[in-house]
C-alpha cells in the first residue's frame, strides 16, 4: 500500500513508518520537526520507498504530494504536552483539531482506503474505572485532552457523514526506544526512566502501591497496521 504518515518523525509514527517499509508499503511522510526528531527518521530515510515532506499538517495540502496515490493514512501529528497545552491552547487547537480538518479533507480528497487516527486516553479524563472500558465518559481535563478528542470526532464524524473509512485508537502510556525523557507529556515513564539512565535512585511517591500499565511502542505500531488492514467494513469502526 502506499501510505501517508503524519507526524511521521516523532516517537510512535516513526516506529510505524519503519514497520511499514519493512513490511513491504510504500510511505510518505509529513513532519515540521516542531517535536519530532531527524535521527528517529534515519532508518527510514535510506529505503528507496520512502518520501519525507517537511510541513505542517496545518498547511498540508493535495499539491505537496506531488500527485503521488495514497490507499492509507496514520494521522498521528499533534502537539502532545499537557502543561504547554493550558499555557498556549491556541497552538494545540491549531495543531490537534484545524490540523487534523485538513488531513481529514485531504484523505477525503484522494479517496483513500482507510483513515487511522492516534487519539488518546486522556479524553477520560481522571477516570475512576481502572481497567478503564472504551465505554467510559469522555471528560477531558485540559486544552491537550480537549483537542485530541475533538479530533477524534471529527474522524468520526468523517467516517459517518462521508464514509471515509476510519478507525480511532485511544493510546494509553506508551513506551520504548525514541521517547522523550523530558516534558509534560509522559512524565511518569520520563520520571523514572531519568534516574535509570543516570542510575541514581527511584523517587517514590506516596506508599509505592501504585500500579499503571504500559504498552510497548513497537506493539503499537502492530496495532496501527492492524487497523488499517482490517477487513471490518467503515459504519463498524466509525462508533462515537
Not at 502543561?83 to 494545540?92: E, L
Not at 487534523?100 to 481522571?126: D, I, M
Not at 465505554?135 to 478528542?149: A, D, E, I, M, V
Request: aromatic share 10%.
Amino acid at each position: 500500500m502506499n501510505c501517508l504518515v503524519t507526524g511521521a518523525a516523532g516517537f510512535i509514527a516513526s516506529h510505524l513508518t519503519d514497520l511499514l517499509l519493512s513490511s513491504g508499503h510504500s510511505v510518505v511522510a509529513v513532519d515540521d520537526f516542531s517535536t519530532g526528531r531527524e535521527i528517529n527518521l534515519a532508518t527510514a530515510s535510506r529505503h528507496s520507498q520512502f518520501t519525507l515532506i517537511r510541513k505542517s499538517v496545518a498547511e498540508l495540502a493535495p499539491p505537496d504530494l506531488g500527485g503521488a496515490p495514497i490507499d492509507w493514512v496514520f494521522h498521528l501529528a499533534g502537539r502532545a504536552d499537557l502543561v504547554p497545552s493550558i499555557q498556549n491552547p491556541a497552538d494545540y487547537f491549531r495543531t490537534n483539531v484545524e490540523g487534523t480538518f485538513r488531513v481529514l479533507e485531504l484523505a477525503r480528497g484522494l479517496g483513500v482506503k482507510r483513515f487511522v487516527y492516534a487519539a488518546s486516553s486522556t479524553c477520560y479524563g481522571l477516570a475512576e474505572t481502572t481497567p478503564t472500558p472504551e465505554s467510559y465518559p469522555c471528560t477531558p481535563r485540559h486544552p491537550y485532552g480537549l483537542t485530541k478528542y475533538l479530533g477524534e470526532q471529527l474522524v468520526l464524524h468523517w467516517a459517518l457523514v462521508y464514509g471515509l473509512p476510519a478507525v480511532s485508537l485511544r493510546l494509553f502510556n506508551v513506551y520504548g526506544p525514541r521517547s522523550r525523557t523530558t516534558g509534560a507529556y509522559g512524565a511518569v515513564f520520563g520520571v523514572f526512566l531519568t534516574p535509570k539512565l543516570a542510575r541514581q535512585p527511584f523517587t517514590v511517591v506516596g506508599d509505592g502501591n501504585q500500579t499503571r500499565d504500559f504498552t510497548y511502542v513497537t506493539d503499537v505500531a502492530a496495532a496501527f497496521l492492524a487497523a488499517a488492514s482490517s477487513p471490518a467494513a467503515p459504519d463498524t469502526l466509525a462508533r462515537p
